[in-house]
């Protein structure tokens, strides 16, 4: 790896970056070791899971960094010199694009479900920018989608880590033959193919794809990974050699508390508030805005408004490590250095939800909710979970660090409310039904249930509901349960009874909709003695609809003569429940469309199997999640 590290020096020296990559590399220098300690507890348990035969167990892969610095010295002494050894191995690897570094999304940023799992970086607001293999190696894997990542290639390295390729346009020259004949043989533009290694080497350096803006991507950029091969957990790009410049220290916008356990109370608000503003005193120092008067009676919880930017880049990112101290005791750490892909949805749990979606704000949570599997807290006893003492002036503070070791602070007075302080707090008695986090839950309306499995919920919560007047195109009227601000962890069942007598004939037609903004989203089910029962991740207001109509499928630009022309596109859509599936086939053969589901668009480029000169007859078909289908044909030359 000695070459590897040698070239991406050259390339920081070629861009003028290096003394800031040595400034970095002394902020970031005691986490580092941190991490390689991680890597070896988790090699050694993924080598004894082998001999096992069994997957190895999650809770060994979190390194519980605080007991193994109090465990024998004997034991350090190991992991150093094991640390050391591997710390050879860790690789630094290039830039993966002729681009200075803009950062538009960083790791473990908050998104909706997930942690974002890489860096987004910006090309420029353009698609096309050569990607290059960030180190030799060789594409293990080619996923091609409509969604998510959109057209993405993986590459293992010998050093025992993956880099991903996210969002990408198109593959070059023989990456692209072997996917293309992948989708043939597939007979699908969707595909999943892994390679073994010698089938598609790489050398570090080397273009294998142009940058693009497929699948889930709101704009032109590309998404780029580091995971550990063994185990496919996403790790911080920015301890793998990507350098964004960043002097910017995180940004705080405010403080949210939360009374945990009946008797507990916060002090409100100021009228209309979400939170305690706060000041700063300079771009890292900040203190409660005066007159915020935060106290508190029995236990609560703490939640962190937080962002943090690059120097060239003035995107809202998210932080690296978090603490809070009470009285200079840490009762909370939090290190966003780590995804499990398995764990990835309790990101809802980390951050407050309902402040996210209905808010656009990203509180962090700074204590543990009760239904929460990340492995990224503390050994901390509170979990975050502060106790005030009646009468008493508590001072707390909250550190938070970025990747490039900028630091900011929020200090404040928390008071310790008496039990009389307390009473006299405005309180809403919380309407609904109370479902228990730990507990199969089941809630029963006229024309409606609604079931949940225990561990759906992260926390215990009280779930509303109303029955609203039918939706126009609605068979049954609208059943507001809950709402999107809470989130779900895995999927419950919900029962809608059909008001409207429709015909047997149409039963198949039947689906469950979620309204959305006023719009219909697709939630399918089947229909059964007058219910339609479908699997559902989300509470917010359903009611039942019925799609009789055939997807859109229409010609955009096939002439009759196509001579000369480099492909065509055809338009496909569903009003309702969504396209199924979907086929083309020149002369009874199938041939390779690209789906642009946002675009709602197939696109065809003429290819080896399709280029061929004379009279041809096209085919295409589509069909709907509620099997209506539609049909298209046209005859051309070429
Ligand atoms: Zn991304």
New binding site residues.
């Given amino acids: 790896m000695q070459n590897a590290r040698i070239s991406g020096d050259a390339e920081a020296q070629r861009r003028g970056e290096i003394s800031w990559r040595l400034a970095v590399a002394v902020a970031v220098g005691r986490h580092s070791f941190k991490r390689k300690n991680h890597c070896i507890s988790l090699r050694l348990c993924a080598s004894a899971s082998n001999q096992s035969g069994l997957k190895s167990p999650s809770s060994t892969h979190k390194p519980n960094y605080e007991v193994n610095h109090l465990k024998s010295l004997a034991f350090c002494a190991l992991n150093l010199v094991t640390a050391v050894a591997f710390s050879q191995e860790k690789p630094n690897f290039i830039h993966p694009m002729d681009l200075p570094l803009e950062v538009?999304?960083n790791f473990m940023e908050l998104r909706s479900n997930h942690f974002?799992?890489?860096?987004?970086m910006k090309t420029g607001g353009r698609i096309g920018q050569p990607v290059k293999a960030v180190a030799d190696g060789w594409i293990s894997r080619i996923k091609i989608s409509p969604w998510g990542?959109g057209k993405a290639v993986y590459i293992d390295h010998p050093s025992g880590y993956t880099t991903v390729y996210?969002?990408l346009d198109h593959l070059k020259g023989a990456f692209a033959e072997a996917t293309l004949e992948a989708q043939y043989k597939a007979r699908d533009f969707s595909i999943d193919k892994e390679f073994a290694r010698g089938e598609l080497p790489v050398t570090q350096g080397e273009v294998f794809a142009y940058s693009g803006n497929t699948g889930g991507?709101s704009g032109p950029?590309?998404?780029?990974?580091v995971r550990r091969t063994s185990d496919q957990h996403a790790l911080d790009p920015q301890a793998y050699g990507m350098n964004p410049p960043d002097n910017v220290p995180p940004s705080i916008f405010g403080l949210r508390t939360y009374a945990l356990g009946d008797s507990s109370r916060c002090s409100p608000y100021g009228t209309g508030a979400v939170g305690f503003p706060v000041t700063a005193l300079n771009d890292s120092t900040y203190m409660l805005k005066a007159g915020s008067n935060l106290s508190a009676y029995g236990t609560l919880g703490l939640a962190l408004n937080i962002t943090d930017s690059y120097s060239n880049s003035r995107n809202r990112c998210g932080v690296r490590y978090i603490t809070v101290s009470v009285d200079g005791a840490q009762v909370y750490s939090a290190h966003l250095d780590d995804i499990d892909f398995a764990k990835q949805r309790y990101c809802n749990a980390y951050m407050d939800f309902g402040m996210y979606t209905g808010n656009s704000m990203k509180y962090n949570r700074l204590y543990k909710l009760p239904n929460n599997g990340l492995r990224i807290y503390g050994n901390e006893m509170a979990q975050g979970r502060i106790t005030v003492e009646p009468g008493k002036d508590h001072a707390v503070q909250i550190v938070a660090t970025d990747a490039a070791g900028n630091r900011s602070k929020l200090t404040f007075v928390l008071h310790g409310a008496t039990a009389e302080e307390a009473a006299a707090w405005p309180s809403t008695p919380e309407p609904g039904q109370l479902f228990r986090y730990n507990e199969a839950n089941l809630l029963v309306q006229d024309g409606v249930r609604f079931s949940l499995p225990a561990a759906a919920l992260y926390d215990d919560e009280r779930i509303r509901y109303a029955v609203l007047p039918k939706p126009k195109d609605a068979l049954a009227p609208l059943h507001r349960i809950q709402d999107a601000n809470t989130p779900l962890q895995v999927s419950g069942e919900i029962d809608v009874a059909v008001q409207d007598n429709v015909d047997d004939k149409l039963n198949s037609k039947l689906l469950i909709v979620r309204i959305v903004k006023g719009k219909p989203v697709a939630e399918g089910g089947s229909y059964a003695n007058g219910v339609v029962t479908a699997k559902v991740r989300n509470f917010g207001d359903f009611t039942v609809m019925v799609d009789t109509l055939p997807p859109t499928l229409y010609n955009v630009d096939l002439k009759t003569n196509m001579t000369g022309r480099k492909g065509f596109k055809l338009k496909i859509g569903d009003g309702l429940s969504g396209i199924a599936s979907w086929e083309v086939k020149l002369d009874g053969k199938w041939i390779m469309m690209e789906y642009d589901p946002g675009a709602s668009i197939l696109e065809h480029t003429f290819d080896k199997y399709s280029s061929a000169p004379g009279k041809h007859q096209l085919e295409a078909s589509a069909v709907d999640e509620r099997g209506n289908k539609s049909a298209f044909s046209f005859e051309f030359t070429r």
């Fill in positions: 538009a999304g974002h799992s890489g860096l987004d990542y996210g969002h991507s950029h590309l998404h780029f990974e």
